[in-house]
């Protein structure tokens, strides 16, 4: 019988907390209930499948500290959901989003700190960052344009392009440049979403933001193009004839081969920009 974990419920918990107090606060209409809500369930139940493929129980401390951000990203959700139909209240939403921004430079360190680094915590604050991303962009296309989707939506174009490509599906090495821009992308939306500066200037912010995020993606890609032929080659030792063994002296059962096609436990990869 599966076990539940509590780390992923309590997270549910507490994003529904949450979007009561916004209720009562600032108010949500039934869109931005729904989109938390959603949001929120969806987290639980993924988290919670990835606890169980890695036989875990429980979160570590930066899981912690990462379910603690996607709980606010889920508040910023419904906020810019209840906005399609008044208003959005800025004066909850940019300080909730810049809490957010700030944390995911603290669930880093706490990993490294306690030496609870993992693959589940690395995709899990990546999930995180991307649909923050997509959220902020979804606000401020309104001020800026249509165009601005591009910037949350080019990562999900690329893990769909790496279900069609297999290439694409490679394993990407350590580039911390990918990290600052990562970083730049939410701090120059939030800036767009805050409203305080003319609307020419945001549209710059967004291009300079949306720039800098295509040349990290392309030169992703064009290194995953280059390499997209590099395979193991497997290394045959010839036998000396002296040591091979009579037709006779073959046992008479079917051979069992070593398969060549062996499929590895490759990591998946999906870009980094948020």
Request: hydrophobic share 55%; proline share 7%.
């Amino acid at each position: 019988m599966s076990r539940v974990r509590t780390g992923p419920v309590l997270g549910l918990t507490a994003q529904t907390v949450l979007l009561v107090g916004l209720a009562a606060t600032v108010g949500l209409d039934v869109a931005g209930w729904l989109a938390g809500l959603g949001y929120g369930v969806v987290t639980c139940v993924a988290l919670q499948r990835g606890l169980r493929r890695r036989g875990v129980d429980r979160l570590g401390p930066a899981d912690r500290v990462t379910l603690a951000r996607g709980v606010l990203v889920g508040g910023v959700t419904a906020l810019v959901a209840t906005g399609f139909s008044g208003p959005t209240p800025l004066s909850v939403l940019v300080p909730m989003t810049a809490v957010a921004l700030a944390l995911d430079a603290v669930d880093g360190w706490v990993a490294r700190r306690t030496g609870t680094a993992s693959t589940l915590g690395a995709r899990f604050d990546m999930e995180v960052d991307a649909f923050l991303i997509l959220v902020l962009s979804v606000q401020v296309t309104p001020v800026v344009g249509p165009w601005v989707l591009a910037i949350g939506g080019l990562r999900y174009a690329f893990v769909v392009a790496g279900w069609l490509l297999p290439w694409m599906r490679g394993a990407l090495p350590p580039r911390f440049w990918r990290k600052v821009v990562a970083a730049t992308q939410g701090v120059l939306l939030l800036v767009v979403a805050a409203d305080v500066l003319t609307r020419p200037v945001t549209a710059v912010l967004a291009a300079v933001a949306l720039a800098l995020l295509v040349e990290s993606f392309g030169h992703d890609v064009g290194w995953l193009w280059w390499h997209r032929s590099t395979r193991p080659t497997r290394v045959t030792v010839p036998t000396p004839v002296a040591a091979l063994p009579s037709v006779a002296a073959l046992p008479s059962v079917p051979s069992v081969r070593p398969r060549v096609d062996t499929i590895t436990d490759r990591p998946f990869v999906a870009h980094q920009p948020v």
